[in-house]
């Protein structure tokens, strides 16, 4: 198995992916997701098996803050470790940058995998704004 940076040309095989193993909505077009890329150069990560994306996390750098999204662990390989490895290797590398503080928004029911993966729930809010027609709950 083999991490290694997101590209650009790796868009449609990302697309496929997560359309399988997770969800895409109009947030996942080209246009963001290379946006996304050329503000965070190198930060985002995925893992392949055989020359097959098996996991994914995006992660970004406000300057302050460090983010993560689109953890996503092929259904195949779930419960091996392959999502807490790529969020402690997203992590440092956002450590790195300087983030002191990563926030992550996750469903409660995954609460859990992410407090095992060293995050704490806190009395925080989440709360959003958003102009795309993805019902963000």
Not at 41 to 49: G, K, R, V
Not at 65 to 78: A, E, I, P, S, T
């Amino acid at each position: 198995m083999t991490y290694r940076s997101i590209k650009l040309t790796d868009y449609q095989n990302l697309i496929d992916f997560w359309r399988e193993n997770y969800f895409v909505n109009e947030l996942d077009d080209i246009k963001h997701f290379k946006l996304f890329l050329e503000k965070n150069p190198d930060l985002s990560l995925l893992l392949e098996d055989r020359n097959k994306i098996i996991g994914t996390i995006l992660a970004s750098f406000d300057g302050r803050r460090g983010y993560l999204q689109k953890l996503v662990v092929d259904k195949k390989y779930r419960r091996r470790g392959i999502g807490n490895k790529l969020i402690d290797k997203a992590v440092k590398k956002l450590e790195k940058l300087g983030a002191l503080y990563i926030p992550i928004s996750c469903e409660a029911k995954n609460l859990p995998f992410f407090e095992k993966s060293g995050f704490k729930e806190t009395d925080r809010v989440t709360v959003s704004k958003s102009r795309s027609t993805y019902p963000i709950k």
